[in-house]
């Protein structure tokens, strides 16, 4: 489903943010990625909704290889990887409805559709009751539940979430693990950056270790 | 991805967007395509109107620009119409000199008609031309007092109504040409002098009128570009899950769309509000010269043209801030 082969970003300052990693994540795959901050784990993810390109190497996602991906067409492959951030990046003037709706709206669904589909996205994440409220009044768990609820509200064959549990205690962010479990068990993929490594090996799912940009480590869990 | 997919295995999976007939499919994309541009139209409304202050502004700014040149261009469509209706009949005196006898007068007169570019000519002695003046002018009692007539005998000629003006400038020229001719002149000189003054105002007015355009479309595309500034953010997150650039674009574009069109409606509420003022001094200003002459208005396709234009405008100025800072703003 993903690929890199010999992936290299170099950043325009110097610095070397990834350096010949190579891997592959299969169809349905849960996969963690973790190491220090500043290994490289952002970047990695971000070059998969092509958020970045790489400096050399190549990227191919669900068969497409994103270097002939051009401008036009970034939006179509978007549209098909969820996208989960740390900070949520919610819009705070819209209620929890209108946040978690904006992805059927980009891509044009009936409005009945859409209605039915963010009750269904709102439902699985556990905040059916606070559709109406704007996303500033939420904890930041349930902020975070937004995102997610955003994430896979159309139904995206590949997730990626960048550190989703960052700020949150423990149990609230095993309970967000848990809810990736759940999507992932429905045969999406899913590729999550963290480095709560307790939390990650109790998961046992595949985990990808990077250190100053090289891929050091890739256990594969209890497969 | 579906539903009640029991199985992690990763099967492969079908395309989830079934394929009904063609036609279907494309009513529907139509719908979807009318729905949104609609969506994007009246929430660009609800966003100037959650901010009326400096839509207001921004809409009161472009009514200036656009209602200067709207005015001073139906100015001057007034001043043609007025001077339209001086200009039918062309006619050219012949001043003889004072010591010409009658009956040369009498000939001259039958010569002139004889020629084949006049049309009539007629010969207003001293007498009959002091008669006429002292009825005209009203200086009747001042004229008695007169010792002997000054005014000189004139034969009035008008031309043939087939002539041009050119035509009729070389006739007057042969006319002036005669030993009996003291001076001719022709009425419809300072009819041309007053039109070429005319067409040098309408070449200000166009030249200020194409400036207020540049500044309709500047205003309105620092207004968008600023609005772009304040939304970065959403700009941001809608790229980020995969807004196309055009559904980017589309509530920017129809903002200025609004903005055109306010600024028009206002616009053309300050040019009917400036002819309410005038309308009373220029109709007195028409009555001593014996007219009944209103000032006319935009009517429907003055006002259909300034909206139209306005649109255009504010499209165009949202277009040129749309182009230059959208592209740059990209998710980090």
């Not at chain 1, 349930?142 to 509200?153: P, S, T, Y």
């Not at chain 1, 963290?194 to 270790?209: F, K, Q």
């Not at chain 2, 570019?117 to 007092?145: K, M, T, Y």
């Not at chain 2, 010792?147 to 109504?161: C, F, K, M, Q, T």
Request: hydrophobic fraction near 45%; charged fraction near 25%; aromatic fraction near 6%.
């Amino acid at each position: 489903m993903i690929r890199f082969d010999n992936v290299s970003k170099r950043y325009p300052a110097g610095h070397e943010a990834l350096h010949d990693v190579s891997l592959h994540i299969g169809r349905g795959e849960m996969v963690f990625v973790t190491g220090h901050s500043g290994a490289g784990k952002s970047t990695l993810l971000r070059l998969i909704p092509l958020l970045e390109r790489p400096s050399r190497g190549s990227v191919v996602v669900a068969g497409a290889n994103l270097e002939r991906i051009g401008r036009r067409r970034i939006p179509e492959l978007r549209r098909r990887i969820g996208v989960i951030f740390q900070d949520h990046r919610l819009l705070f003037d819209r209620s929890v409805f209108d946040n978690v709706a904006l992805p059927l709206v980009i891509s044009g669904q009936p409005r009945g559709e859409i209605a039915r589909r963010v009750r269904a996205a709102l439902d699985k994440v556990g905040l059916l009751d606070k559709e109406r409220m704007a996303p500033i009044t939420l904890s930041g768990g349930e902020q975070q539940r937004v995102g997610i609820a955003r994430a896979v509200v159309s139904r995206p064959p590949i997730l990626i979430a960048d550190e989703p549990t960052g700020n949150l205690d423990p149990a609230l962010s095993e309970e967000i693990m848990r809810l990736f479990q759940d999507f992932n068990r429905v045969g999406t993929t899913v590729v999550i950056a963290s480095h709560d490594l307790a939390l990650i090996r109790r998961l046992g799912h595949r985990v990808i270790t990077l250190d100053k940009g090289r891929l050091i480590d890739d256990w594969t869990g209890a497969a | 991805m579906a539903r009640g997919q029991p199985t992690k295995k990763p099967v492969r999976q079908p395309r989830r967007r079934t394929k009904p007939k063609a036609d279907e499919r494309r009513k529907s994309r139509l719908t979807i395509w009318l729905e949104q541009h609609l969506q994007a139209w009246v929430a660009s409304l609800g966003r100037l109107y959650r901010a009326p202050m400096p839509s207001l502004m921004t809409a009161a700014v472009l009514s200036i620009a656009l209602a200067l040149p709207a005015s001073f261009l139906l100015f001057l469509d007034n001043a043609r119409q007025v001077t339209g209706a001086w200009e039918g009949g062309v006619r050219i005196s012949l001043f003889l000199e004072q010591q010409v006898s009658a009956t040369r007068q009498q000939e001259l007169l039958r010569e002139l008609r004889g020629i084949e570019e006049v049309a009539h000519a007629r010969l207003i002695s001293p007498e009959q031309g002091l008669a006429e003046f002292q009825r005209l002018s009203g200086f009747e009692d001042a004229l008695a007092l007169l010792d002997d007539n000054p005014l000189p005998p004139v034969i009035e000629i008008e031309p043939r109504g087939a002539l041009d003006g050119m035509a009729v400038e070389s006739l007057a020229n042969k006319l002036r040409g005669r030993a009996e001719v003291d001076q001719v002149r022709l009425d419809r000189q300072w009819i041309e002098r007053l039109r070429s003054i005319m067409a040098l105002i309408e070449r200000v007015v166009w030249v200020v009128a194409v400036l207020l355009a540049a500044v309709v479309v500047l205003v309105v595309g620092n207004t968008i570009r600023l609005d772009i500034e304040n939304r970065r953010e959403e700009i941001v997150i809608a790229k980020l899950i995969g807004a196309t650039d055009a559904f980017i674009r589309r509530p920017f574009l129809y903002e200025g769309i609004w903005y055109g069109l306010l600024g028009g409606i206002a616009a053309a509420m300050l040019v009917e509000i400036g002819r309410w003022l005038i309308g009373g001094p220029a109709q007195a200003l028409a009555r001593l010269y014996g007219s009944s002459y209103a000032l006319s208005g935009l009517g429907g396709s003055g006002l259909l043209t300034l909206l139209g234009l306005g649109v255009v405008l504010g499209l165009a100025g949202s277009y040129l801030a749309v182009g230059r800072h959208l592209a740059a703003i990209e998710p980090r």
